[in-house]
């Protein structure tokens, strides 16, 4: 994970209103056990403390269909404005869509701008959506490119405050470690399931040589003087073979109680794990 360098809010008179949002999100962040509330927390705050139409987070797919893809997972929008996370080009935008603004958010830069600010693909996006200003802010946790959050307005054509910027960067350094956190949760929990269900299988196992051992020493006390030594020594070989059993059962137990926290560790925590599972 990245050192957390904060990025330096504004002097002017937003710099109080930008802190106070912050202060309010990183706690939500905290607060959060799910990727749901997460969002439904964060992304209305975004909005209304920069004052635009939309605020989102796309998730990076790494391979759909062949090539990497943006989804986008959630989003807060002006009651007057149509919702757009069951539209197809937000659902699953392939990142040659956008290639300017990919290659600058995936080395941890900015992209800010209205449409003549940008040429090709960028413009045209922007165009075809209605989007007059747009400001995106990568979520990156140590080489891992997440995803982006953004913000648009729709409304009128807007130069970003350095407030909005220090606000938006903020928060993305924010999510990548609660993405991360809730991420981790989910693995450790999934893991204590795995085991708690492999417990039950091999204890089931267990109990059948056990019961076995425990008739065959039965029958040989109370019957040992009416046995022959070839059956004496047919039971005895049995009870030995359970007992072998038993032990490759116990030793496979000691196996699994090492692999899985190893299991949980390298789990890659690739955006399909963190948005979603979110």
């Known amino acids: 994970m990245d050192r957390y360098c904060p990025i330096p809010s504004p002097t002017d008179s937003d710099t109080l209103a930008c802190l106070s949002v912050l202060v309010k999100i990183q706690h939500n962040l905290l607060e959060c056990h799910d990727s749901e509330t997460l969002f439904a927390s964060l992304l209305p705050d975004i909005r209304l403390a920069a004052c635009t139409s939309y605020a989102y987070f796309?998730?990076?797919?790494?391979?759909?269909?062949?090539?990497?893809?943006?989804?986008?997972?959630?989003e807060s929008h002006l009651p007057n404005l149509p919702p757009r996370k069951d539209h197809p080009n937000f659902a699953l935008l392939p990142h040659a869509h956008l290639p300017n603004w990919t290659a600058t958010l995936m080395n941890h830069g900015l992209v800010f701008g209205t449409p003549n600010d940008f040429a090709g693909e960028e413009r045209f996006f922007m165009s075809l959506h209605g989007i007059h200003s747009i400001l995106l802010v990568p979520v990156i946790a140590g080489k891992q490119f997440l995803g982006f959050l953004g913000i648009d307005d729709c409304v009128e054509e807007r130069k970003w405050s350095e407030a909005d910027k220090a606000l938006l960067q903020n928060v993305?350094?924010?999510?990548?470690?609660?993405?991360?956190?809730?991420?981790?949760?989910?693995?450790?929990?999934?893991?204590?399931?795995?085991?708690?269900?492999?417990?039950?299988?091999?204890?089931?196992?267990?109990?059948?040589?056990?019961?076995?051992?425990?008739?065959s020493v039965d029958t040989l006390l109370r019957k040992h003087d009416r046995i022959s030594s070839e059956q004496l020594e047919k039971r005895l070989f049995q009870i030995k073979e359970l007992v072998h059993r038993m032990t490759d059962i116990c030793h496979q137990m000691l196996r699994e109680s090492i692999c899985l926290p190893l299991?949980?560790?390298?789990?890659?925590?690739t955006p399909s794990r963190l948005a979603l599972r979110i």
């Not at 039950?200 to 059948?208: F, G, P």
């Open 172 to 215: 993305a350094f924010a999510l990548a470690h609660a993405l991360l956190r809730l991420q981790t949760t989910q693995n450790l929990q999934r893991a204590c399931q795995e085991k708690t269900e492999l417990m039950e299988i091999l204890a089931h196992d267990l109990k059948n040589p056990l019961s076995a051992i425990s008739l």
């Open 58 to 74: 796309f998730r990076n797919v790494p391979l759909f269909d062949g090539q990497p893809t943006y989804s986008l997972v959630a």
């Open 263 to 269: 299991n949980l560790v390298s789990r890659p925590c």
